[in-house]
């Protein structure tokens, strides 16, 4: 059995190498790639290609729009995906911290090749023999191999609470006696300053977008004012257990999910750590394939369906709703 000593020095381990695979490396890829760009400025025309269509380049601006590029996403995606993490987890750890970390590492490297690569092929002086299909190429390669090499440079560590079945039992009723439970899941305060803060960095990139191109910017902007509709919808859900089985809907009233009784092979009460287990909040997606709405951490009702899919809903008082919803199964709830 692992003791707290021996996991708090798991967790310092995998916060290290999580540090370097996810933040430091990719802070050096884009500083190399910046400086390669900054020494290739003088080589390269007042107005270069900046986007690729079927019949060639079809979207141009200056030079240094390939350098503010690689200063603004190669050195913002890894902080976004790694600060968070190193804040938040502490004590607690999982493979999505892991993933996030690799696939940091990968999008350094895709940002890197795409933009060194674009402005090696339009330099004056050097004929470097490639196209935007071969930058494309190596830029996807790149992400993927590094992205994998990262995953595998980080040691397993997984030092959240398990999930396994909890002591609840089935209520005890009388005949004719029904039971229901009702309850809310609502957002955490971490949850709603990191949708904040993300909100925000979107309503940049999309003001910036438009100044630099407008087509662009106006698609942007519709895809901003979807994700702020969807977070709107998903900040608050309602949850009901009773005889019909679980129901979680938005107040919005999409979206929702309806899982009869019949369909349920397996109820627990598991702790969930939103940033170890899911990677954030919302609606999320785990690695090991759970789906959940996951609003904060702590105590969460998990059902797993006879097709073996799990749901999973952070909620206070999860053992009575899991009660309430074992004697469904039990066929004492009428």
Do not use: Y
């Amino acid at each position: 059995m692992n003791t707290a000593v021996t996991i708090e020095a798991d967790v310092r381990r995998a916060r290290r190498a999580f540090l370097i695979v996810g933040l430091v490396v990719p802070i050096l890829i884009a500083s190399a790639s910046v400086a390669f760009l900054l020494a290739w400025l003088p080589d390269l025309p007042e107005r270069i290609a900046t986007h690729w269509g079927p019949d060639g380049p079809d979207g141009f601006a200056g030079p240094m729009l390939l350098l503010w590029m690689q200063l603004g996403l190669g050195i913002a995606v890894p902080l976004l995906m790694t600060i968070p993490v190193l804040l938040m987890m502490r004590s607690a750890w999982g493979p999505v911290c892991r993933f996030l970390a690799s696939t940091s590492l990968g999008t350094a490297v895709l940002i890197a090749v795409s933009s060194v690569g674009s402005a090696a092929m339009q330099r004056e002086s050097v004929d470097v023999g490639f196209g935007i299909g071969t930058v494309i190429t190596m830029a996807v390669a790149g992400m993927v191999l590094l992205g994998v090499i990262g995953w595998f440079m980080q040691p397993r560590v997984i030092t959240s609470p398990p999930s396994g079945p909890d002591a609840t039992g089935r209520l005890q009723l009388a005949a004719g006696e029904r039971a229901a439970w009702f309850g809310t899941a609502a957002m955490a305060r971490p949850g709603v300053i990191a949708l904040v803060i993300s909100v925000l960095l979107l309503i940049a990139t999309t003001a910036w977008t438009m100044v630099l191109d407008s087509g662009a910017g106006w698609l942007l902007a519709v895809v901003t004012l979807l994700v702020i509709a969807l977070i709107l919808t998903t900040l608050v859900f309602r949850v009901r257990v009773n005889a019909s089985g679980l129901r979680v809907r938005s107040i919005a009233g999409w979206p929702r999910w309806d899982t009869p009784v019949s369909d349920i092979a397996d109820v627990k009460v598991v702790q969930v750590n939103p940033m170890a287990d899911f990677g954030g909040w919302g609606l999320r997606i785990a690695v090991d394939g759970r789906k959940g709405v996951v609003l904060r951490a702590g105590e969460a009702l998990q059902v797993t369906r006879t097709t073996g899919r799990v749901f999973v809903v952070t909620i206070d008082d999860a053992r009575t709703a899991a009660s309430v919803l074992i004697s469904a199964m039990k066929g004492t709830v009428s």
